[in-house]
């Protein structure tokens, strides 16, 4: 009972000294309760809430926002992070600052890719992000978020496009973080040194330019030598020389680099990477302890288990693990195996649609197939195992047939799209003229709304929205038009309608398809870009009208084009 009033007593001194006063705390007072606190360390969020309360009661957005980014992280679940980021989001737009919004898309999209690995919300995130930052004066800010368009480049395997972003934010960061800056400003230029430095060695080792790959873990690993505030980084590059010597076949190095990465991989709850440490291990002790390089492998396929994820670099290891349960004879660990690289397979052509023909081509898919028909047909008996053949050997063939004659319509409307495209100068002159005999023939026959001054005022001004890419400026309607051409909506209307043949929909949406179609022709560097961010550069709101629009004008998809472009650059 005595034990009880003490406790009951100790808890009203709490209450009665701690709330009071901290209501009327500073902001700043508050933080300093936590903010030099460890990444992920839960004890921080009582004060991260009171800061949080104290913004929300006191509608200072910015503070909020500021809030929120700490409860992502310090909070130590992945989601309550994406619930805290949410928040970020909705607390960021309320404040109207373009930059606080920026950062909030940044944010999520930051856990979309690290905490989660799934990319394609991810890059929905970061484009968010991107479309906020074009105008900042936050240079931090803009390199951050170019830096995490680089990471998913380099994730689709557009290594050379990546380099070229990530050689950029190099070498803002490095400047940076020797300038004369607050301490936390140049911590976070370093750390995003160090993370571009890694991004580019991934680069180029998957571009097969190990000498450079070398020389820069060489120089990073040389500047993060007792550096515990970058001991991730650091793993990171030693798992890069891990690489390294496992290509130029020195095993026994690779082992003893890729261990010393795995700790602090492994702390920052980065299984992606991890999957590949293991991968790489169980590679490198392969030709002299087949135990240890088993152990190793299946680490890949828990992880894969666990989060439904795994990069195409590691896809090998199910081949492996197969091949190694054939030489045992262990029929139910091959079947088991089996399955698992199909469905490993169907992530990875969900996830990365352009990596499909590849992954079908390292092992084809209808193989595979076959081979686990066989396999369940020695467990389940020949006939359901013959029936299942047959049925899928007929849906490839017709699948076989289908996409065979889709790609027969697809190559002909792109060869009669580049046609057109060759020879667009000269349509469009010869299109011209008959439009002036055209209007010369019917002024004899009808007389026009609008007369010859005013057609050809509208004429010449039209003529100039056209050579300006006027169009491509989103939200324009015929009443702004209009405007921006001194005239009124009647008479643009009944110009259109009249010289044009066609309404003034479809004259804009045919002036941003040409536009877009001879950009994807001409330039290559817009054959790496999203539907979505091909609809952006030409002015239409969504990518679905895009696409639509496309396909009706020019007679095929514009993925369809993209693919078929770049087959011809490559053949030639």
């Given amino acids: 009972m005595t034990a009880a009033r003490f406790l009951l007593f100790a808890l009203l001194i709490y209450f009665v000294n701690f709330f009071p006063q901290s209501g009327n705390k500073s902001y700043l007072d508050i933080r300093s309760q936590y903010e ?20 929300k009661k006191e509608k200072e957005y910015s503070r909020l926002v500021q809030g929120y980014k700490d409860a992502v992280f310090f909070s130590p679940s992945d989601q309550h992070k994406m619930l805290y980021a949410d928040s970020t989001i909705l607390a960021a737009l309320k404040s109207e600052d373009k930059d606080l919004i920026s950062t909030a898309y940044l944010g999520k999209g930051i856990i979309y890719y690290f905490n ?85 060695i991934v680069c180029y080792r998957n571009l097969k330019q190990f000498k450079v790959s070398d020389s820069l873990v060489n120089v990073a690993l ?71 390089s088993l152990k190793y492998l299946m680490k890949v396929d828990s992880i894969f288990n666990t989060h439904h994820f795994i990069l195409p670099e590691v896809r090998a290891s199910y081949e492996d693990l197969i091949k190694s349960s054939k030489k045992d004879k262990s029929l139910e660990k091959e079947l088991y195996y089996t399955k698992q690289l199909l469905k490993v397979d169907s992530v990875l052509v969900r996830d990365f649609s352009y990596l499909s023909p ?12 076959d081979k686990k028909e066989q396999l369940e047909r020695k467990s389940k008996g020949r006939l359901i195992s013959m029936i299942v053949c047959i049925a899928l050997a007929l849906f490839f063939l017709g699948m076989f047939i289908f996409r065979y004659y889709r790609e027969q319509k697809v190559q002909r409307k792109y060869t009669e799209l580049q046609y057109k495209l060759s ?16 209007l010369k023939a019917e002024g004899e026959q009808r007389k026009s709304v609008l007369t010859a001054e005013q057609i050809q005022d509208l004429s010449s001004k039209l003529r100039l929205f056209e050579s300006n890419k006027g169009f491509v400026k989103k939200g324009l309607t015929q009443n702004k038009l209009a405007l921006q051409l001194n005239t009124n909506t009647s008479y643009l209307s009944t110009y259109i309608n009249e010289q044009k043949k066609m309404n003034f929909n479809r004259y804009i949406g045919e002036l941003r398809i040409s536009y877009i179609t001879q950009l994807l022709n001409s330039n290559k560097k817009y054959l790496n870009y999203t539907i979505e961010a091909l609809a952006e550069e030409c002015g239409i709101s969504s990518r ?21 472009r770049k087959e011809e650059l490559e053949e030639n």
């Fill in 36 to 55: 030099n606190l460890e990444k992920n360390n839960s004890s921080a969020l009582p004060g991260v809430q009171q800061y949080i309360e104290k913004a």
């Fill in 423 to 438: 020879e667009e100068g000269l349509k469009v002159r010869h299109h011209i003229e008959e439009k002036k005999e055209k």
């Fill in 222 to 292: 040389s500047r993060t030598y007792d550096m515990d505030e970058f001991s991730l980084e650091r793993g990171y590059f030693f798992k890069c020389k891990g690489l390294l010597e496992y290509n130029h076949k020195n095993y026994k190095a690779a082992i003893a680099d890729l261990g010393q990465s795995l700790d602090p991989i492994l702390k920052a709850k980065d299984f992606a990477w991890a999957s590949v440490v293991y991968y790489y291990l169980g590679k490198s002790y392969s030709s002299f302890d087949k135990a240890k």
């Fill in 544 to 564: 679905q009208n895009f696409s639509d629009l496309f396909y009706e004008i020019n007679g095929i998809r514009p993925k369809d084009f993209i693919r078929k």
């Fill in 358 to 369: 590849r992954i079908h081509k390292e092992y084809d898919t209808r193989l595979l197939m």
């Fill in 116 to 200: 989660f690995k799934k990319f394609e919300p991810a890059l929905d995130e970061y484009l968010k992000a991107y479309q906020y930052a074009q105008n900042t004066s936050d240079n931090y800010l803009r390199y951050k978020v170019k830096y995490h368009l680089g990471v998913v480049k380099s994730y689709l395997g557009y290594y050379q496009d990546a380099l070229e972003l990530f050689n950029d934010c190099n070498h803002f960061f490095e400047t940076k973080s020797k300038e004369q800056l607050h301490p936390n400003e140049i911590y976070n230029n370093t750390r995003g040194y160090y993370n571009t430095l890694h991004q580019m």
